[in-house]
């Protein structure tokens, strides 16, 4: 038995692919191993959970804008929207890394400068009063349940630097 996966069989057809070649010396009974694994794979692919896909379709424009040197946040209709120092930190982390779930530690030690691991509800409590504040028309950070936080719809999002 031959084992030739493709990108194909790994990706959707209209995601960006990239052509990578390798060359393992393997056992015929790690070979064994690695086809029925990627075979399982290949199989659970299409029962990935809607939850880990990100909706990529463009917006007309920028709904919100976050204005780094004021460190104000502006909605679409010109309004301000008032953070707590925390909260625009927050915010503004995960608009400069979107569409990449962050773990809530990574958050702790990005914008709390947390270097350790303490157990804490913080993430959750200023990302719940970040959509409260943003309302529903403004739903750009998802939760990856068990992980962490996700910004989407980056496209939504314009960071004025000056």
């Known amino acids: 038995m031959t084992l030739e996966p493709t990108a194909a069989d790994f990706a959707p057809e209209d995601a960006e ?32 959970p809607v939850q880990s896909i990100v909706d990529t379709a463009p917006a007309a424009r ?15 209709d010109g309004t301000l929207v008032r953070f707590t120092r925390l909260e625009f930190d927050l915010l503004l982390f995960l608009a400069r890394n979107p569409g990449r779930v962050h773990h809530r530690n ?11 691991e303490p157990r804490t509800r913080t993430v959750d409590v200023h990302v719940r009063r970040i959509r409260t504040k943003l309302g529903p028309d403004l739903d750009l950070i998802t939760t990856v349940r068990g992980v962490g936080y996700r910004l989407d719809h980056a496209e939504r999002v314009r960071i004025v630097t000056d």
Do not use: K
């Open 106 to 116: 990574t958050l702790l030690a990005a914008v709390w400068d947390f270097a350790s």
């Open 62 to 76: 920028p709904q919100l804008r976050i204005l780094v040197a004021a460190r104000q946040i502006v909605r679409p």
């Open 17 to 48: 692919l990239v052509e990578v070649n390798a060359r393992f010396v393997i056992t015929r009974e790690d070979l064994g191993l690695l086809e029925r694994i990627l075979t399982r794979n290949a199989e659970a692919r299409g029962s990935i």
